[in-house]
């Protein structure tokens, strides 16, 4: 079965480093998605690409958040630098396409720590 | 703006009992799907199930179910003998245009 590949899984990092992580979405899926998960909360979108452009970045902090899905396929998401707020569980979630009943698969996520 | 609510931050069930959980939203489209996703503590979050906001006919899956009321813009889950694998958060989620919107969840915990 088709899966969303994340990397790394954990990552514990000291404030003013700089983390980056990768997602593979499945293969053919034209729109990634990078949620924000904080513990006991919902995911919180920060960016949405449909192919190698940004739909909706506008919860991304973009003073220290960048992301990138250069060819349309894999994506990396970068914080740089590290706030100790910034902890929490970043999920990559691809579907077919951006709209009607296209269903989100989501990969099993990247939990950072900030210390 | 799109919202989505879930009311009950915890609930509990005994096993084989029936659970329903909550969930409002509000949009403004008229174009819109819902879905429930399963979050197990291992945190990969899955398709429960989804209804089209244009069918009036409630959708299921084997156990789970729900009560679609779009004049209410309710949309809650029944989950019908429940098992402990059903241990999970449980996160409404409105898909209207592009965007995708989740609550904040609602944790459900199965006693034996």
């Known amino acids: 079965e088709a899966e969303v590949a994340q990397s790394p899984r954990y990552k514990i990092t000291e404030k003013s480093q700089a983390v980056a992580f990768w997602c593979d979405p499945i293969?053919?899926?034209?729109?990634l998605y990078w949620y924000r998960q904080i513990l006991g909360q919902g995911p919180e979108l920060l960016v949405q690409f449909q192919d190698e452009s940004v739909v909706d970045d506008s919860q991304l902090p973009k003073d220290r958040f960048s992301a990138e899905r250069l060819k349309g396929v894999d994506s990396t998401l970068k914080i740089q630098p590290a706030e100790l707020g910034d902890s929490a569980m970043y999920l990559c979630?691809?579907?077919?396409?951006?709209?009607?009943?296209?269903?989100?698969?989501f990969g099993a996520g990247s939990r950072l720590t900030v210390l | 703006a799109q919202t989505v609510t879930q009311s009950q931050p915890e609930m509990s069930v005994q096993e084989a009992e029936t659970v329903t959980l909550s969930c409002t939203y509000d949009t403004s489209e008229s174009d819109y799907y819902l879905f429930w996703y399963k979050q197990p503590p291992s945190r990969q979050m899955i398709l429960v199930i989804r209804q089209e906001a244009y069918k009036q006919q409630n959708a299921t899956e084997n156990r789970f179910s729900v009560n679609f009321q779009k004049a209410a813009k309710s949309f809650s889950l029944k989950i019908s003998d429940s098992q402990l694998g059903d241990a999970a958060m449980y996160f409404c989620a409105l898909r209207s245009g592009e965007k995708v919107i989740f609550g904040p969840g609602t944790s459900l915990s199965v006693i034996p």
């Open positions: 293969s053919g899926h034209a729109t």
């Open positions: 979630a691809s579907s077919p396409g951006n709209s009607g009943a296209n269903v989100l698969t």
